[in-house]
């Protein structure tokens, strides 16, 4: 009969670090403005898991942790990008929509007067506001 068990714990230990940076960039991923920290730990289980992975294969290893960390990784990056893409088009659909209003604002906007003297200080006059300011 032969033994069909894993001989070693080969990629264990990066198997489960992908599975823990898996779990923390699902969980980021679904807080709003954390899309750049779950994108972070999304690729570190992807490499970690990887990496585990191709360990585990090559000493007859159990794969599950480091496949887990790895879809995990995956899944938190498709996701990201997913939300990133909606809202980049919200935003670009919003700005198209409203196009004429953006170019009827900025075309109201004149700016009357620049003045700098030798300390590098300007002084900028839109419309009747004056602003005051030191390039440094």
């Not at 009969?1 to 823990?20: D, F, K, T, Y």
């Not at 898996?22 to 980021?28: N, T």
């Not at 899944?75 to 990201?80: C, D, K, P, Q, R």
């Amino acid at each position: 009969m032969e033994n069909n068990l894993p001989s070693s714990n080969a990629g264990q230990s990066l198997g489960i670090i992908a599975l823990i940076f898996g779990i923390i960039g699902v969980l980021a991923a679904f807080i709003p403005c954390f899309g750049f920290i779950a994108v972070i730990f999304g690729v570190l289980a992807i490499v970690f898991g990887a990496i585990a992975l191709n360990q585990a294969k090559k000493e007859n290893a159990s794969t599950s942790l480091p496949k887990a960390g790895l879809y995990l990784g995956i899944a938190t990056t498709v996701f990201v990008i997913i939300w990133v893409a909606i809202f980049v088009g919200s935003v670009g659909s919003m700005a198209l929509e409203h196009k004429d209003e953006i170019k009827r604002a900025l075309d109201s906007v004149k700016i009357e007067k620049i003045e700098t003297d030798d300390s590098l200080n300007v002084k900028v006059q839109v419309d009747s506001t004056t602003i005051e300011t030191t390039v440094k």
